[in-house]
Protein backbone atom coordinates (compact mmCIF):
# COMPACT_ATOMS: atom_id res chain seq x y z
CA UNK A 1 0.00 0.00 0.00
CA UNK A 2 1.24 3.53 -0.95
CA UNK A 3 1.61 5.36 2.11
CA UNK A 4 3.12 9.28 2.18
CA UNK A 5 3.22 11.66 5.55
CA UNK A 6 3.66 14.69 5.91
CA UNK A 7 5.15 16.49 8.88
CA UNK A 8 6.79 19.71 9.66
CA UNK A 9 3.42 22.29 9.64
CA UNK A 10 2.64 25.02 11.86
CA UNK A 11 2.33 28.75 12.60
CA UNK A 12 5.33 31.16 11.68
CA UNK A 13 6.13 34.38 10.93
CA UNK A 14 6.14 36.00 7.99
CA UNK A 15 9.99 36.32 6.74
CA UNK A 16 10.75 33.13 8.70
CA UNK A 17 11.39 29.67 7.10
CA UNK A 18 10.09 26.07 7.69
CA UNK A 19 10.86 22.77 6.25
CA UNK A 20 8.52 19.97 5.52
CA UNK A 21 9.17 16.00 5.19
CA UNK A 22 7.18 13.86 3.56
CA UNK A 23 7.83 9.86 4.43
CA UNK A 24 6.80 7.40 2.09
CA UNK A 25 6.57 3.65 1.59
CA UNK A 26 5.00 1.12 -0.41
CA UNK A 27 6.72 1.98 -4.28
CA UNK A 28 10.11 2.19 -5.61
CA UNK A 29 10.86 5.84 -4.48
CA UNK A 30 14.11 6.11 -6.14
CA UNK A 31 13.03 5.91 -9.34
CA UNK A 32 9.62 8.28 -8.74
CA UNK A 33 9.27 12.09 -9.22
CA UNK A 34 8.04 13.74 -6.61
CA UNK A 35 5.90 16.58 -6.23
CA UNK A 36 4.45 19.75 -3.95
CA UNK A 37 1.12 20.85 -4.30
CA UNK A 38 -0.32 23.42 -1.98
CA UNK A 39 -4.29 23.83 -1.52
CA UNK A 40 -5.10 27.64 -0.22
CA UNK A 41 -7.72 28.79 2.26
CA UNK A 42 -10.06 29.37 -0.77
CA UNK A 43 -9.69 25.61 -1.89
CA UNK A 44 -7.39 26.67 -4.93
CA UNK A 45 -4.88 23.95 -5.55
CA UNK A 46 -1.02 24.76 -6.62
CA UNK A 47 1.31 22.46 -8.10
CA UNK A 48 4.51 24.51 -6.64
CA UNK A 49 7.14 21.91 -6.76
CA UNK A 50 8.66 18.70 -8.19
CA UNK A 51 12.25 16.70 -8.32
CA UNK A 52 12.99 13.92 -11.01
CA UNK A 53 15.24 10.87 -9.79
CA UNK A 54 18.61 9.91 -9.71
CA UNK A 55 18.58 9.03 -13.78
CA UNK A 56 17.59 12.66 -14.29
CA UNK A 57 20.13 13.92 -12.06
CA UNK A 58 17.48 14.74 -9.15
CA UNK A 59 16.52 18.07 -11.57
CA UNK A 60 14.21 20.12 -10.62
CA UNK A 61 11.23 22.46 -11.27
CA UNK A 62 8.93 25.23 -8.92
CA UNK A 63 6.03 27.47 -10.26
CA UNK A 64 7.42 31.16 -10.48
CA UNK A 65 5.47 32.06 -7.12
CA UNK A 66 8.27 30.09 -5.28
CA UNK A 67 10.70 30.19 -7.02
CA UNK A 68 14.46 31.21 -5.10
CA UNK A 69 12.08 31.19 -1.88
CA UNK A 70 11.47 27.58 -1.98
CA UNK A 71 13.85 23.90 -2.46
CA UNK A 72 12.56 20.43 -2.96
CA UNK A 73 15.06 17.68 -1.97
CA UNK A 74 15.21 13.92 -1.55
CA UNK A 75 17.11 11.39 0.15
CA UNK A 76 16.13 7.80 -1.45
CA UNK A 77 18.11 6.37 1.63
CA UNK A 78 15.30 7.26 3.96
CA UNK A 79 12.01 7.27 0.76
CA UNK A 80 11.42 10.98 1.70
CA UNK A 81 11.08 14.41 0.06
CA UNK A 82 11.87 17.93 1.84
CA UNK A 83 10.56 21.20 1.30
CA UNK A 84 12.13 23.82 2.50
CA UNK A 85 10.59 26.91 2.70
CA UNK A 86 12.03 30.48 3.13
CA UNK A 87 11.06 34.35 3.53
CA UNK A 88 7.30 33.11 4.01
CA UNK A 89 4.62 34.93 3.11
CA UNK A 90 1.16 35.18 4.24
CA UNK A 91 0.10 33.85 0.96
CA UNK A 92 2.03 31.00 1.09
CA UNK A 93 -0.98 30.01 3.75
CA UNK A 94 -2.12 26.61 2.60
CA UNK A 95 -2.25 22.86 3.59
CA UNK A 96 0.72 21.44 1.65
CA UNK A 97 0.93 17.66 0.30
CA UNK A 98 3.06 15.63 -1.15
CA UNK A 99 2.47 13.35 -4.04
CA UNK A 100 3.80 11.09 -6.48
CA UNK A 101 2.99 10.27 -9.82
CA UNK A 102 -0.17 12.57 -9.83
CA UNK A 103 -1.89 9.43 -8.23
CA UNK A 104 -0.70 8.78 -4.48
CA UNK A 105 -1.51 12.03 -2.06
CA UNK A 106 -0.70 12.42 1.60
CA UNK A 107 -3.20 13.42 4.05
CA UNK A 108 -1.30 17.21 3.95
CA UNK A 109 0.23 19.37 6.62
CA UNK A 110 -1.18 22.35 7.37
CA UNK A 111 0.99 25.70 7.34
CA UNK A 112 -0.08 29.07 8.46
CA UNK A 113 1.96 32.50 8.30
CA UNK A 114 0.91 35.17 10.46
CA UNK A 115 2.48 37.49 12.58
CA UNK B 1 1.76 28.71 -17.94
CA UNK B 2 -1.47 26.39 -19.27
CA UNK B 3 -4.75 27.60 -17.33
CA UNK B 4 -7.62 25.17 -16.71
CA UNK B 5 -10.96 26.54 -17.25
CA UNK B 6 -13.29 24.25 -15.55
CA UNK B 7 -16.77 25.24 -15.29
CA UNK B 8 -19.68 24.99 -13.58
CA UNK B 9 -18.07 26.17 -10.34
CA UNK B 10 -21.37 24.76 -8.27
CA UNK B 11 -23.77 22.09 -9.45
CA UNK B 12 -26.89 21.27 -8.03
CA UNK B 13 -28.35 17.84 -8.63
CA UNK B 14 -30.33 14.73 -7.19
CA UNK B 15 -29.30 11.29 -6.37
CA UNK B 16 -29.68 9.15 -9.89
CA UNK B 17 -28.85 12.32 -12.28
CA UNK B 18 -26.98 12.40 -14.87
CA UNK B 19 -23.91 15.11 -14.42
CA UNK B 20 -21.34 16.58 -16.49
CA UNK B 21 -18.08 18.81 -15.25
CA UNK B 22 -16.11 20.24 -18.02
CA UNK B 23 -12.41 21.52 -18.21
CA UNK B 24 -11.11 23.72 -20.78
CA UNK B 25 -7.56 23.94 -21.48
CA UNK B 26 -5.75 27.69 -22.68
CA UNK B 27 -3.35 25.26 -25.66
CA UNK B 28 -3.58 21.45 -26.09
CA UNK B 29 -2.88 19.24 -23.61
CA UNK B 30 -2.37 15.66 -25.03
CA UNK B 31 -4.99 14.63 -23.01
CA UNK B 32 -3.02 14.72 -20.39
CA UNK B 33 -6.18 15.57 -18.17
CA UNK B 34 -6.95 13.64 -14.40
CA UNK B 35 -10.11 14.54 -12.50
CA UNK B 36 -9.93 14.18 -9.09
CA UNK B 37 -12.52 14.26 -5.94
CA UNK B 38 -12.08 15.73 -2.94
CA UNK B 39 -14.13 15.32 -0.06
CA UNK B 40 -14.38 18.08 3.40
CA UNK B 41 -10.91 17.19 5.27
CA UNK B 42 -9.74 14.25 2.66
CA UNK B 43 -6.53 14.76 0.30
CA UNK B 44 -7.47 14.79 -3.70
CA UNK B 45 -8.75 11.27 -4.81
CA UNK B 46 -8.16 10.94 -8.74
CA UNK B 47 -10.89 9.60 -10.52
CA UNK B 48 -9.80 9.39 -14.01
CA UNK B 49 -6.48 10.14 -15.63
CA UNK B 50 -5.24 10.36 -18.90
CA UNK B 51 -8.44 11.41 -20.00
CA UNK B 52 -10.39 8.40 -19.94
CA UNK B 53 -8.30 6.03 -18.02
CA UNK B 54 -10.45 4.88 -14.89
CA UNK B 55 -8.23 4.72 -12.05
CA UNK B 56 -8.93 1.58 -10.29
CA UNK B 57 -11.21 0.69 -7.10
CA UNK B 58 -13.17 3.86 -8.75
CA UNK B 59 -16.90 3.10 -9.47
CA UNK B 60 -17.66 2.82 -13.48
CA UNK B 61 -20.11 5.42 -13.37
CA UNK B 62 -17.27 7.91 -13.26
CA UNK B 63 -16.12 8.14 -17.30
CA UNK B 64 -13.85 11.13 -19.35
CA UNK B 65 -13.68 12.19 -22.68
CA UNK B 66 -12.13 14.82 -24.49
CA UNK B 67 -8.92 15.99 -26.72
CA UNK B 68 -6.91 18.94 -27.79
CA UNK B 69 -8.54 21.80 -24.99
CA UNK B 70 -11.99 20.31 -23.99
CA UNK B 71 -12.60 17.72 -21.23
CA UNK B 72 -15.17 16.56 -19.55
CA UNK B 73 -16.19 14.48 -16.47
CA UNK B 74 -19.26 12.65 -16.56
CA UNK B 75 -21.03 10.64 -14.09
CA UNK B 76 -23.71 8.41 -15.08
CA UNK B 77 -25.97 8.27 -11.89
CA UNK B 78 -25.07 9.95 -8.86
CA UNK B 79 -24.83 8.27 -5.57
CA UNK B 80 -25.16 9.86 -2.36
CA UNK B 81 -21.10 9.63 -1.90
CA UNK B 82 -20.71 11.51 -5.05
CA UNK B 83 -21.29 15.18 -3.46
CA UNK B 84 -18.42 16.87 -3.21
CA UNK B 85 -15.53 18.96 -5.37
CA UNK B 86 -14.03 18.12 -8.45
CA UNK B 87 -11.13 19.34 -9.85
CA UNK B 88 -8.98 18.69 -13.01
CA UNK B 89 -5.42 18.72 -13.55
CA UNK B 90 -3.40 19.25 -16.80
CA UNK B 91 -0.17 17.24 -16.54
CA UNK B 92 1.34 17.91 -20.20
CA UNK B 93 3.77 20.53 -19.08
CA UNK B 94 5.01 21.65 -15.95
CA UNK B 95 3.74 23.75 -13.64
CA UNK B 96 1.03 21.21 -13.76
CA UNK B 97 -2.33 23.23 -13.29
CA UNK B 98 -5.31 22.38 -11.94
CA UNK B 99 -9.64 24.19 -12.53
CA UNK B 100 -10.89 26.22 -10.09
CA UNK B 101 -13.27 23.15 -9.10
CA UNK B 102 -16.73 22.68 -8.97
CA UNK B 103 -18.37 21.88 -6.20
CA UNK B 104 -21.59 19.60 -6.34
CA UNK B 105 -23.90 19.50 -4.13
CA UNK B 106 -27.11 17.94 -3.35
CA UNK B 107 -30.76 19.83 -5.03
Known amino acids: EVQLVETGGGLVQPGKSLKLTCATSGFTFSTAWMHWVRQSPEKRLEWIAR??????????DYVESVKGRFTISRDDSKSSVYLQMNSLKEEDTATYYC??????WGQGVMVTVSS | DIQMTQSPSFLSASVGDRVTINCKAS??????LNWYQQKLGEAPKRLIYNTNNLQTGIPSRFSGSGSGTDYTLTISSLQPEDFATYFC?????????FGAGTKLELK
Open chain 2, 89 to 97: LQHNSFPNT
Open chain 2, 27 to 32: QNINKY
Open chain 1, 51 to 60: IKDKSNNYAT
Open chain 1, 99 to 104: TVATAY
